[in-house]
């Protein structure tokens, strides 16, 4: 899978808002340059070779998940794990091309 490019990231942010906030009818609390900021930063990292991610990250034992949360930028950062997860989730499905 290749890296996506900014059509897909904003696409990516228009299924991610559409799911967490138009359907549901809650107030945006995310602008969608900021998702897909965000799903841009974490379509990077699936890149980034282990070596890589280690000599950035430390030799720490920090899970994958707790890697791409200490990546996602500000102010996506403070988003529930629930929303990051769909973000994840997204990402690779726009990769994989199911979305």
């Not at 490019?5 to 808002?17: K, R, V």
């Amino acid at each position: 899978m290749s890296q996506l490019t900014p059509s897909d990231y904003a696409q990516i942010a228009a299924y991610w808002a559409n799911q967490n906030f138009v359907q549901p009818g809650v107030t945006a609390n995310f602008a969608t340059d900021q998702l897909a900021n965000a799903a841009s930063t974490i379509d990077a990292a699936f890149d980034t070779t282990l070596n890589a991610a280690i000599a950035t990250l430390g030799t720490s034992t920090l899970t994958l998940a707790a890697a791409l949360n200490q990546i996602i930028p500000a102010p996506f950062s403070g988003a529930t794990a629930q929303q990051k997860s769909l973000l994840v989730s997204y990402v690779l499905m726009r990769r994989a091309g199911i979305i």
